[in-house]
């Protein structure tokens, strides 16, 4: 349970109601543990009585003695007539005196018992609820907090589907761990520890008893089967969240591309592979509930034992039958928390398995964070310089090489270069979505790594190839650009974007919603409104990745036009995969694996690179 104990931090504001849930647990465990074998001890020789009037402490056998009790006796065929076993039923009526009052008094404590149990019991299962949703709702803040600020390269690692798991389903583990361990870690602890208190108090007012308190030696056998079913548990839990996690995968993969299933036929492979990934999770959480459910009948097997044992020294070391009742349901008290413990056991480990895939986020290393002592920057020129900088994925072949180069503010400079060559890396090491493994990117003479990361990033606006529209209006979609901007200031920059006139055409104006991902408007309108937000931000450097590709004609020039005015003024960086997007560069950068292997203007590298020339006359022959 330490692995949890960190986690109860996001109980804040609810403390109280988790002291007052843990006092109902024990007090829960307490009447139950202590009072019901109390009642049964005390009450029972006061109702059950012999004929003679006195309470039934006859042992059944003493060891060693001559006597032989009455059930020892051979049955004899009664004669009796129903007249005398009437008065001899009324004989025995009579010398139980108690006035009814007292009975009735006597009776209504079992029932008491179990609603002061029922009570603080459901008490306790309602705090503890309000105490565990909370910490589900506060540790999955925290996971997403998390996943904001870890850099690009954590999520080109780790699936967004199995990512996605982890924040629903695994915390959903780990609150139900926290909610049920923390309440059975107090009631069933109290509830044996109050049966043994009983029994050891019973031990020491009836001879032979101690003996018989013998029979709890066979409780720490009980925890074998417990830590060997727990290591198993574990191994399953683990792979049964990690399934989980692929077939949220493979269904967020399928949701996102659902227009090329279709295109390309593959709607049979995709139910194929769902339903192989659906059926090993099958198998697997049928053994996670093999061990699970195999933990309570092999204590209940192991404590059986103990209670035969119990029973049969009883009957040699002549135990009353009262006491023998009282004990018995002492004993039960005591296997029952024992079971529920083993059970337990098995809850804590599946949410260890569950907590392991979330501490992998919590503990990762968030690589790009603000430095500790930032350079206050506020609206940057836009002069950029690269100082001897490489960079690799995952520490495999480097993606740039050595890369120094060196932009005057205003500079329109395009990137080009085959698939592969380091264009796109070179640009997101400007907004630091990735961090320079050697080497420095300058801004203005202050490296990127000396600004708070929003500080950086306020001062980029960036427009990629496929824009991305959240689900939300267009007006909040601008807005991204600028929170603090007017409606009309909002109006101006859609105006800039060529958006306004379609946008004003809608039923409900800028107050449209876009669907996921934009999906109800045109790929012209979405790249116009991300132009819309780019106005908006005015940001002194500016990356545009091919931003009019797969665009009709119409859409293309508008949305050039739009770029000429945007550029105006910004440093700009230019992804170029068509060059007929680079007219207006100024400069252009020649990319070939990792490095920059040629600068200058178009007709410069026309003429001098042989690299540049053959992708441009490559690219034009297949024009024509």
Sequence with gaps: MRRFLPYLKYLRGRRLALVVALLCGAVSGLVYGF??????????????????????????????????????????????SDAERLAETARIKAHRNLPVREVIGYALLIPLIFLVRAVSGFLNNYLMSYCGIGVLEALRVELYRKLQHLP????????????????????????????????????????????????????TKNDGVGLFLASLAIVPVCVFPVRFIGKKLLRRAEENQRLLGDISDLASQNFSAAREVRAFGLEEKEIGLFQQTTRRLFRIQLKVVKYSQILSPSIEVIASLGIAFSLYYAYFAGISLAVFVSILGALFVCYEPLKKLGGLH?????????????????????????????VAVTRLRGELAFENVSFAYKDDIPVLRDVTVSLPAGTVCALVGPSGAGKST??????????????????????????????????IAIVSQEPVLFNDTILANILLGRADATRSEVEQAARDAFAHDFIVTLSRGYDTIVGERGASLSGGQRQRIALARAFLRDAPLLILDEATSALDSDSEAKIQLALKKLMRGK???????R????????????????????????????ASSDLYRSLYDRQQNANT
């Design 35 to 80: 009072g019901l074998p109390k009642v049964m001890n005390d009450v029972f020789p006061k109702i059950f009585t012999t004929a003679s009037g006195d309470t039934d402490r006859t042992p059944i056998i003493k060891t060693g003695a001559t006597k032989i009790s009455e059930s020892e006796k051979p049955p004899v065929e009664s004669t009796a």
């Design 571 to 577: 440093t700009v960086l230019i992804i170029a995969h």
């Design 579 to 606: 060059f007929s997007t680079i007219r207006d560069a100024t400069k252009i950068l020649v990319f070939d694996r990792g490095e920059i292997v040629a600068t200058g203007s178009h007709a410069e590298l026309y």
């Design 346 to 374: 098995g809850q804590l480990t599946k949410g260890a398995a569950s907590l392991n895939r979330i501490e992998e986020i919590l503990h990762a290393p968030a690589t790009i964070a603000d430095p500790a002592q930032p």
């Design 426 to 459: 070179f640009a997101n090491l400007v907004p630091r979505f990735y961090e320079a493994a050697t080497g420095r990117v300058m801004i203005d003479d202050i490296d990127v790594r000396a600004m708070r990361l929003a500080d950086l990033r306020r001062n």
């Design 152 to 203: 690009l390269s954590y999520f080109g690692r780790n699936r967004s589907g199995d990512l996605l798991s982890r924040l629903t389903a695994d915390t959903q583990v780990v609150q139900q761990t926290i909610t049920s361990s923390a309440s059975d870690l107090v009631i069933q602890p109290v509830t044996l520890a109050s049966a043994v208190f009983f029994l050891a108090l019973i031990a």
